[in-house]
């Protein structure tokens, strides 16, 4: 069974600033998905960003990058130049790209945003 | 609407009670997924669904969870004589296809008295 863990309960950074969130994963398999979903306080879960494992190129989305080593199995996620309102609970999350759909969630990083 | 939704919002049950939640996935939409969240976790899968199929029920935790989507589109979790360990938001989630990626609803506070 695959796991994803997030070794960082607490995370925090100046706004404009740059932080980085950590996230392993381990699976048997070569083909899979990897996310990263925030969490505001309100709770709706929203997709910042999507790697695919067969792409060696990292994902960027505007602010958000991730540095994704495949031998490693790690996925990070970089946040640039931070603002108030990246302030949220951050899941990485694992799919297989065949057999069942399902994320496979980390336990998560809060991330707090200093003015 | 545009994205998921989900009712009720919040369910209060006193033990022992049967519960059913709702999930309206996004129009078109062909998987629905269910998933639970206990207080400072990560959402956990339950089940999910292509069409009106249950493809995989393995996280539902004990046969006092029933889930079905009989049209394939709005999907109702069920919780039979619901314990205190219940307690959890139940989030919802769509996806167009199989390769798509997974749209959330806002969940539903269940707490169990």
Redesign the interface.
């Known amino acids: 069974a695959q796991t994803v863990t997030q070794s960082q309960p607490e995370m925090s950074v100046q706004e404009a600033e740059t932080v980085t969130l950590s996230c392993t994963y381990d699976t048997s398999e070569s083909d899979y998905y990897l996310f990263w979903y925030k969490q505001p306080p309100s709770r709706q879960m929203i997709l910042v960003i999507r790697q695919e494992a067969y792409k060696q190129q990292n994902a960027t989305e505007n602010r958000f990058s991730v540095n994704f080593q495949k031998a490693a199995k790690s996925f990070s996620l970089k946040i640039s130049d931070s603002q108030l309102g990246d302030a949220a609970m951050y899941f990485c999350a694992y799919r297989s790209a065949g057999g069942s759909e399902k994320l496979v969630f980390g336990k998560g990083t809060k991330l707090t945003v200093n003015p | 609407g545009a994205g998921v939704s989900q009712s009720p919002r919040y369910k209060v049950a006193k033990r022992g009670q049967d519960v059913a939640l709702r999930c309206d996935p996004i129009s078109g939409h062909v ?1 629905l ?1 269910w ?1 639970q969240q206990a207080l ?6 339950l089940t ?1 669904f ?1 069409n009106e199929a249950q ?2 029920k ?2 539902l935790p004990s046969d006092r969870f029933f889930a079905e989507r009989p049209e394939g589109s709005v999907s109702t979790l069920k919780i039979q004589r619901t314990q205190q360990e219940d307690s959890a ?1 139940y ?1 919802c ?1 769509s ?1 167009l296809h ?1 390769e798509g ?7 539903t506070r269940l707490l169990v008295l």
């Open positions: 998987s997924f998933y400072g976790q990560g959402p956990e899968f999910y292509q493809l995989d393995s996280g938001v989030l989630a996806s199989r990626t997974q749209y959330f609803g806002p969940g």
